[in-house]
């Protein structure tokens, strides 16, 4: 089955000073806001690399991205992979 990443996802405290952060140092231009993501209690934004996309999540409020950000600091939070077919993946 074919498999890729699909996004890696930072959790920072602070997304506009980390996108231009990551952007100066990966030296790209082109980064996407997606604004309040609701259903994850997050505002994020994405900067594509090749058939990926390097996102990035500041917690809104109390959840678990605050949480995550409380015990461990800004860092790596989660890997998302797409997957033909999810069942035969188990």
Known sequence: MAMKINHVSICVRNL??????YKKILRVEKAFNFGIVEWEGVKAAGIPLGDFVLEFVEPVGTNTFSRFLEKHGEGLHHISFTVDDVESER
């Open 16 to 21: 506009d000073e980390a996108v231009a952060r």
